[in-house]
C-alpha cells in the first residue's frame, strides 16, 4: 500500500509522518486490497481549539472510503479517522 501525507498550509515534522504512516498502514492487517491511501493534514482557521482537521482517503477496487475529522491535536484526528475508515473497511468486506 502506498501512503501519501499532504500538508498544505503548515510544514509537518517528521515525528508526526511518522506517527501518520504508522497508524494508516495497519489498515492494511484488515485488506489487502488497498491500493493507496491520502492523508491531508491542515489547520483551519476556527477560534476552537479544535482547529487540526485529518481527511483519509483510501482507494479499493471499485470504490473509495472517506473519513474527516477535528481534533485538538493532528494525532487525535489521525486516530479517529483511522477507527472511522476501519468501521468502513469491515463494512466492505462484509458486503
Same mark, same amino acid.
Given at each position: 500500500?502506498k501512503?501519501?501525507? @499532504?500538508?498544505?498550509?503548515?510544514? =509537518?515534522?517528521? $515525528?508526526?509522518?511518522? +506517527?501518520?504512516?504508522?497508524? *494508516? @498502514?495497519?489498515? %492494511?492487517?484488515?485488506?489487502?486490497?488497498? &491500493? %493507496? !491511501?491520502?492523508?491531508?493534514?491542515?489547520?483551519?482557521? +476556527?477560534?476552537?481549539?479544535?482547529?487540526?482537521? /485529518? @481527511?483519509?482517503? *483510501? $482507494?479499493?477496487?471499485?470504490?473509495?472510503?472517506?473519513? $474527516?475529522? #477535528?481534533?485538538? !491535536? +493532528? @494525532?487525535?484526528? &489521525?486516530?479517529? /479517522? *483511522?477507527? =472511522?475508515?476501519? #468501521?468502513q473497511?469491515?463494512?466492505?468486506?462484509?458486503?
Open positions: 500500500m501512503t501519501i501525507i @499532504e500538508t498544505p498550509n503548515f510544514n =509537518a515534522k517528521d $515525528s508526526l509522518t511518522d +506517527f501518520v504512516k504508522l497508524h *494508516v @498502514e495497519k489498515l %492494511e492487517t484488515l485488506s489487502d486490497q488497498i &491500493v %493507496e !491511501s491520502r492523508v491531508f493534514l491542515k489547520l483551519d482557521k +476556527f477560534d476552537n481549539k479544535e482547529n487540526k482537521v /485529518c @481527511e483519509i482517503k *483510501v $482507494s479499493l477496487p471499485g470504490n473509495d472510503l472517506f473519513a $474527516s475529522k #477535528h481534533a485538538d !491535536s +493532528f @494525532e487525535e484526528a &489521525v486516530t479517529q /479517522c *483511522v477507527d =472511522a475508515i476501519k #468501521h473497511l469491515k463494512r466492505w468486506k462484509d458486503a
